[in-house]
Structure formats: structure tokens, C-alpha cells
């Protein structure tokens, strides 16, 4: 995909997320747009952030501090969003990289992030990643449990939570899911919804959210072995 290509579907995008919003009865700006970049090197992301967008998410630690530093330095103001699994062993990368992480959703990840927020003095935004299927293979806390472990994360760890965050099974309508997510995080006054990606940000827009995940949309198909 072109440099212009990737500045198109940006455009695009952004067109889209008003028009939904107006539909809505929505305000557009509240509904933020994270361009996925997983997976693309730094020369495909750069010509979209030339184009204004500031807000990035990223699934691997590891590729995200290959990439970001020398990108950051030429765009301070890049807000940096960790939305795949995070392992509890790259809690500290992870405080030092990010602005806000959309996957907290066990107690042993909730204990190593509170002990890095402490230790660094950085204080990364948190979402809790709900498993709304259910599916074993997905991270996330199952539905049922959610309330506990926000109580847990308060109390116990010390740490703020924005909101949820949710990825729908990919066989299933996603509606439903985001409905859900949404009644959990009212039921919890949280205010942040994380749902959307570039085939159903529409519906997810819709029923609420406030932070839709964007990739193939902007920067087209991703290599095959990588995940959805």
C-alpha cells in the first residue's frame, strides 16, 4: 500500500466516524480514532502521522519499542495505546512505553502494573479487557466477574480504571457484545468503551463508543500470520 493510500484511508476513516456520529446523534468529538500500526514499520506509519493523526495502537511491547522512540521524536504529542495481550513480565516496558492500556484483565497483571506505576511515577490510563464470548483462547475477564475484579483493581491495587474494552468473537454479530460491554460499564460509571474495529466501528459507534481500533482501513492487509 502507498504512502497516499494509507492517507486516503485515514481520510476515509475520519469521514466515516462523522457520518456515523451524526447518524447517532453523536458528538464526533467524542469518539477518539486509534490507527492500529501493529505490524507496520515506522516508514508506513509516518506519512500518517504528516497527516495529523496522533493516536496509535500497538499489540507487542517489543515492536513497539523498536518503533516509537525515533517516531516520538519527531511527534512528541503521538499518544501511544497498548491494545493486545500484555504478559505481567512486560508490565515495566509496558509503564515506560504506553499512554493507555486497553488489556488489563487479571489480578496478577493489575499487581505488576500497580508496583510499576508506583516505581516509575508514570501513570498509564487503564482500560479492563472483557472476554464478552466468552472464548478460551481470548483474553479478558468473563462478563460475571467483571465487577470483582474492577473492585479488586480499586481496592486491592490501588489502580484507576477508565473503562472496558472488548473484542467480539468474530463469528458473531457484534452488536450484542458491544450492547453488554456497555451495561457493564455504566452498572460501574465508567465512561470510556473501547470497541470498534474497521469492519464494525459503525455499530459499535452507535451503541457508545468511545475509542474505535482502526488498522486494515487506513494501512490495508496485514501479513497473514497476523492476528485479526
Known sequence: MSENDAVEGLRQVQESIQRSASDYGRDPASITLVAVSKTFPADAIAPVLAAGQRIFGENYVQEAKVKWPALRESYPDVELHMIGPLQSNKAKEAVELFDVIHTLDRPSLAEALAKEIAKQGKKPRLLVQVNTGEEPQKGGVIPAEVDAFLEA????????????MCIPPAEDPPSPHFALLNTIAKRNGLNVLSMGMSADFDAA?????????????????????SSR
Do not use: D
Not at 206 to 213: D, E, K, N, P
Open 153 to 164: 483493581c480499586r481496592t486491592r491495587y490501588g489502580l484507576e480504571v477508565e473503562g472496558l
Open 205 to 225: 459507534i452507535q451503541l457508545g463508543a468511545t475509542h474505535v481500533r482502526v488498522g486494515s482501513a487506513i494501512f490495508g492487509a496485514r501479513p497473514r500470520h
